[in-house]
């Protein structure tokens, strides 16, 4: 028989959710990157030769956003695998980029908006489909 442990008890923790830890623990309290504002868009891409043991400061999170990016993968991929915010994320992924051991890749800019008649021809033909 289990019993609870005396004190008050919280009805939005369970003992399967593991140890607890807040978004600005992770970062140090920052919230913006070291690095400009990553796109959420953006591949991220491990170098081939990267070696996380050599560098014994990184965080777990750290770790695991390298291991995923071994292959191209994008910034909103990895705060989903990862379970945390974007945020969170961009912050340490200009860590990472900081200590050279990923690389971020920006979609191109956007060009110029297509020309309204452009536009309104293909309005014309899909509704003559």
């Not at 807040?22 to 990157?33: I, N």
């Not at 800019?109 to 309005?123: E, M, N, Q, R, Y």
Request: charged share 20%; aromatic share 4%; proline share 8%.
């Amino acid at each position: 028989m289990r019993t609870e442990p005396p004190g008050p008890q919280h009805e939005w923790l369970d003992g399967e959710a593991g140890p607890v830890m807040r978004a600005y623990a992770l970062t140090g309290g920052r919230v913006r990157s070291a690095v400009d504002h990553f796109n959420l868009v953006a591949f991220v891409l491990a170098g081939a030769d990267v070696d996380v043991a050599s560098h014994p400061r990184l965080l777990p999170e750290h770790r695991r956003l390298v291991g995923l990016a071994c292959r191209p993968v994008s910034v909103a991929e990895l705060a989903a695998e990862l379970d945390l915010a974007v945020g969170v994320v961009r912050v340490l992924l200009g860590d990472l980029l900081a200590e050279g051991l990923v690389a971020v890749h920006e979609p191109p800019a956007a060009g110029t908006l297509p020309d309204d008649d452009i536009l309104k021809a293909v309005v014309s033909g899909l509704r003559a489909l």
